[in-house]
């Protein structure tokens, strides 16, 4: 029960500024396991769409922990309704009905499937990928070409994920320093082109 109570808490703290009409919201990245934090002011996204991305995220994990439980370890990112799944399924058949979940939750425009089939990731590896999506902020900001959030870093197995409605200009300014960085096997884009 204490459990529960925290975690309202924290959903809590964690959504006040919106709802206060705050500018800046401070949300910690937990599929990716390295905190992101995301200024609702600067996003392009409105606050309503960024609220709506956290519910399909939250809505499709739990579409799938009920109906596929521990079979499956796949990471959920929405950008402006659409979603990149990430993460690792043991068959075809799993990885299909993953994304067939996933386009069922209200509101989700599109589904970006690149769900690995075969076995879970190890920690290593994971570990691995978040240090490869810090790196790549990283660059992000000492390049200073976009706003940094803007664009999204997604990292599975060394391979980078771009997300965000971007320009042509910000998109191939991501993609340079993204395949420029140390440890990255691929870039995949997954933008929303603004222009």
């Known amino acids: 029960m204490q459990y529960k109570n925290w975690n309202g808490l924290l959903l809590l703290v964690l959504l006040f500024p919106l709802l206060s009409g705050c500018a800046l919201l401070v949300a910690g990245g937990v599929a990716s396991g390295v905190g992101a934090g995301v200024a609702v002011s600067q996003d392009r996204r409105t606050s309503g ?7 399909i995220e939250i809505k499709s994990d739990r579409r799938i922990r009920e109906k596929l439980g521990g079979s499956v370890n ?18 075809e058949a799993l990885k299909r009905e993953v994304e067939k979940l ?3 939750v209200e509101n989700v425009r599109g589904v970006t499937n690149e769900i690995a089939v075969g076995g879970e990731s ?8 978040a240090l490869i999506t ?16 803007h664009v ?4 599975e197995d060394a391979i980078v994920y771009l997300l965000g409605l ?10 340079d320093i993204a395949r420029s960085t140390g440890g990255v096997r691929k870039v995949v884009k997954v933008f929303e082109y603004l222009e």
């Open 166 to 175: 971007v320009r042509v200009n910000e998109a191939e300014s991501a993609v």
């Open 74 to 91: 796949v990471n959920i990112t929405s950008f402006n309704r659409n979603v990149l799944l990430t993460g690792e399924a043991q068959t």
């Open 134 to 149: 810090s790196k790549v902020k990283a660059r992000f900001m000492d390049g200073g070409k976009f706003q940094v959030n």
């Open 102 to 104: 996933v386009r069922g």
């Open 49 to 55: 769409m960024f609220v709506e991305d956290e519910g």
């Open 122 to 129: 190890s920690f290593a590896s994971r570990s691995n990928d």
């Open 152 to 155: 999204k870093v997604v990292t």
